[in-house]
C-alpha cells in the first residue's frame, strides 16, 4: 500500500495569495474593458435632446411628404466599390435628379466626405469616388425640381 501525503494546511500567506491574484485579474478585465469602451466611443448622436426634439413635428413633416412621393431607391456598390443610385416612381427611373451625398464611419471614426454622382446608363446615378473598405453611412439628398427625398442607408 501506498502511503498518501499529508495535506498541507492552508496558511493565511495562500489566503493573501488567492484574494490578490484573484483581483489583480478582476481590475485587469474592468481596465482592459473600459480602455476598449472609451477608444471605441463614437460620440453622441445628439448634443442636446431638448434642443433636437424641437425639430421633432418638422421632421415628421418632411417624412410624410417624402412617403407622398413614392419613390423607391435601390443602393449599391459596383465590384469597384462606386456607389450606384437608382431611384424610382411607379418601376420607371426618374430622371433630372440632383444628388447630394456624404459618407461617414457610423461611430465617427472619421470625418464625412462628400460624394459626387454623374448620371450613367438605364437612370443610374454613379458616384464619381469611389469608397474605402469598411462599412459606411450613407446620407443622401435627393432632389427633382422643387420635391426633395432624404435617404440614410449604410452600405459596405
Known amino acids: 500500500m501506498t502511503e498518501r501525503p499529508t495535506p498541507r494546511a492552508v496558511t493565511g500567506w495562500h489566503m493573501t495569495a ?13 481596465f482592459t474593458m473600459a480602455r476598449l469602451a472609451s477608444s471605441t466611443f463614437g460620440g453622441t448622436v445628439v448634443d442636446n435632446s431638448y434642443v433636437a426634439s424641437q425639430n421633432y413635428n418638422r421632421w415628421l413633416k418632411r417624412a ?10 435601390t443602393i449599391s ?3 469597384a466599390r462606386h456607389v450606384l443610385l ?4 411607379n ?8 444628388v447630394s451625398a456624404t ?10 466626405v462628400a460624394l459626387h454622382f454623374e ?13 474605402a473598405w469598411g462599412r459606411w453611412r450613407l446620407d443622401l439628398i435627393i432632389r427633382r425640381g422643387a420635391e426633395e427625398a432624404r435617404y440614410r442607408k449604410d452600405v459596405q
Not at 410624410?64 to 431607391?73: G, K, T, V
Request: glycine fraction near 4%.
Open 18 to 30: 488567492i484574494l490578490v491574484a484573484f483581483f489583480a485579474v478582476v481590475m485587469t478585465v474592468n
Open 64 to 73: 410624410d411628404a417624402q412617403d407622398r412621393l413614392a419613390w423607391s431607391e
Open 77 to 79: 456598390l459596383d465590384p
Open 86 to 89: 437608382t431611384v424610382r416612381k
Open 91 to 98: 418601376d420607371l427611373p426618374l430622371g433630372d435628379l440632383v
Open 103 to 112: 459618407v461617414s464611419h457610423p461611430v465617427g471614426r472619421t470625418a464625412p
Open 119 to 131: 448620371a450613367a446608363a438605364d437612370g443610374v446615378m454613379r458616384s464619381v469616388e469611389p469608397l
